[in-house]
């Protein structure tokens, strides 16, 4: 059975919705975005959520002493790189902070796909390039992965058992379950419904 992360949350009411609906990863961006939360922000939200639910910490070509912060302090579990972060990074993060590193790729080719093989990433995560906007990849291209991966970009209740077919380790919706930009109560639980219900 994929996992689900439900990324971008940003209010309380946020976190009451996963915390009854439990999915197994949520996602705080602290990346410029219309999602984008600081830290003071993420820490209040982190303390409402349930022990259960693993936090990730999205960010963009970020300071990496300021990510091993936000990680050591607990306010996330994952890191998640979404930028051009490149294997000295991971490696110099890796010296600064246990926390597992999930690193996404842009998938236009297969050599797009050799190099989220080639990660040195504990996870890997393939997207469209421009997280949250809705838009998916051409998923012809995952037949090519060979290792775990968190499928995201464009996933919503319409194509979500097309995305369960490919058997991702994870599906990592954003705006696919949101509402006028804001999280949708009834689309998170059908979407966890689907996912918990699917055979393959």
């Given at each position: 059975m994929s996992k689900i992360k439900i990324c971008g949350l940003s209010r309380k009411c946020d976190i009451d919705y996963v915390n009854e609906l439990?999915?197994?990863?949520?996602?705080?961006?602290?990346?410029?975005?219309?999602?984008?939360?600081?830290?003071?922000?993420?820490?209040?939200?982190?303390?409402?959520?349930?022990?259960?639910?693993?936090?990730?910490?999205?960010?963009?070509?970020e300071d990496i002493n300021k990510v091993a912060d936000i990680a050591n302090n607990s306010i996330i579990d994952i890191?998640?790189?979404?930028?051009?972060?490149?294997?000295t990074y991971?490696?110099?993060?890796?010296?600064?902070?246990?926390?597992?590193?999930?690193?996404?790729?842009?998938?236009?080719?297969?050599?797009?796909?050799?190099?989220?093989?080639?990660?040195?990433?504990?996870y890997i995560l393939l997207d469209n390039g421009n997280g949250g906007t809705g838009e998916s990849f051409d998923w012809c291209y995952v037949n090519n992965i060979e290792r775990p991966y968190f499928l995201a970009g464009g996933?919503?209740?319409s194509n979500l058992e097309a995305a369960l077919?490919?058997?991702?380790?994870?599906?990592?919706l954003s705006s696919g379950v949101e509402t006028d930009g804001f999280k949708d109560y009834d689309k998170i639980k059908n979407v966890i419904r689907t996912v918990r219900e699917f055979k393959a």
């Open positions: 439990m999915p197994d990863y949520i996602g705080f961006v602290f990346a410029k975005s219309r999602r984008q939360i600081d830290v003071r922000k993420a820490e209040e939200l982190r303390e409402m959520l349930n022990e259960n639910i693993r936090a990730v910490g999205v960010f963009v070509n890191v998640q790189l979404h930028g051009s972060e490149d294997e991971i490696k110099s993060l890796r010296y600064k902070t246990d926390a597992k590193i999930i690193q996404a790729f842009k998938i236009n080719s297969y050599e797009d796909i050799k190099m989220a093989n080639e990660s040195d990433a504990d996933i919503n209740e077919k490919l058997q991702p380790y994870a599906i990592d």
